[in-house]
């Protein structure tokens, strides 16, 4: 599949992915802080997980409470 085809992918915008396990040892809860301060600069930025985790859930969560989900997908 291309990723033109996927519906995460916005090619005017600068799209930064992850692809793995969501699990502690991984420090994908860090992207998310990150992410926070990436987006006060830059509104063009979308962060793109693909995987699968005991911290997929978590992370969703997170997601909402730091209101990234229109930037997280």
């Known amino acids: 599949m291309k990723i033109e085809n996927n519906k995460n992918y916005e090619p005017n915008s600068f799209n930064i992915l992850f692809v793995g396990r969501i699990t502690d040892i991984k420090g994908v809860d860090s992207i998310f802080e990150a992410a926070k301060i990436i987006l006060k600069k830059f509104n063009d930025v979308n962060f793109?997980?693909?995987?699968?985790?005991?911290k997929r859930y978590d992370l969703e969560k997170k997601s909402q409470e730091l209101k990234l989900t229109n930037r997280i997908k």
């Open 48 to 54: 793109i997980f693909v995987g699968d985790g005991n």
